[in-house]
């Protein structure tokens, strides 16, 4: 098992108008596990991918990544933990302005010792047309594939992706869609996805379901729809 999470809540807010965004969410992830987390806005996802990326503090429970509890590490471990084991991505693309698509990627290369091929990743992202533009030079599926490289660069175990089509029409977010399948099957990479876009369950392994910081469905699909082949 690589991840284990066990009862963690969370809440914000004090006595009087306290809001329970994670209430007891026990569930495991596997190596490999294209993984999508669905609810309503507000339900608590990105709390729960905040919180597995060692970003958001848990008041209880644990978290277990390759046995180890990230709840227990001190700052500077798991300053180690989010720079060695997690990419993310998030909805707005968040590149530096000022530097090129492969300077925006390279700026990630120096996070670990054992680096992707930075000119094999522009390959396989479509970016070789692009790799010497500004962000602002490229449209939003363009910039979303700089940002996917730029998480992939340091070969992350886990990659955290927060509404990651989010901001894209239907097609470029389907583009997308169809790169994060391919490499997920061609780096095995571990990958959570938080959306509210329901048709993307299909090309899942594993579907959460949150509602109210709960979860109320947790499943595996037997069968995967092509992410070419999913609709909307
Ligand atoms: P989702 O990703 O499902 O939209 P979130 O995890 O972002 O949900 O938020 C869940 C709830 O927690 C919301 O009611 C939100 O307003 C609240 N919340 C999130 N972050 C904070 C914060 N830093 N301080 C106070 N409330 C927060």
Not at 20 to 33: L, Q, R
Not at 84 to 111: A, D, H, S
Not at 118 to 144: A, N, R, V, W
Request: aromatic letters at 8%; charged letters at 25%; glycine letters at 8%.
């Amino acid at each position: 098992m690589f991840i284990e999470i066990k009862n963690i809540e969370k809440s914000y807010g004090n006595q009087e108008n306290e809001i329970k965004v994670m209430d007891k969410i026990t569930t495991n992830i596997e190596k490999g596990e294209m993984c999508m987390i669905l609810g309503p806005s507000g339900s608590g996802k990105s709390t729960f991918l905040n919180a597995i990326g060692g970003i958001d503090k848990i008041d209880a429970g644990s978290i277990c990544i390759d046995g180890q509890d990230i709840g227990k590490m001190n700052q500077k471990e798991l300053s180690l933990y989010r720079r060695k084991y997690v990419g993310f991505i998030f909805q707005f693309y968040n590149l530096i302005p000022n530097l090129t698509v492969k300077e925006n990627i390279q700026v990630c290369e120096y996070l670990t010792d054992s680096p992707m091929d930075i000119d094999e990743l522009i390959d396989t992202l479509g970016l070789k047309e692009h790799y010497k533009k500004f962000p602002s030079q490229l449209s939003g599926g363009q910039q979303q594939r700089c940002a996917i490289a730029r998480a992939l660069i340091k070969n992350p175990k886990l990659l955290l992706c927060d509404e990651p089509t989010g901001a894209l029409d239907y097609k470029t977010a389907k583009e997308i869609l169809i790169l994060m399948e391919k490499v997920n099957k061609n780096y095995g990479t571990t990958m959570l996805t938080v959306t509210h876009n329901d048709s993307m369950k299909g090309m899942a392994h594993h579907v959460i379901r949150i509602k109210d910081g709960k979860i109320y469905k947790d499943y595996k699909n037997k069968e995967l729809v092509e992410a070419s082949k999913l609709d909307w």
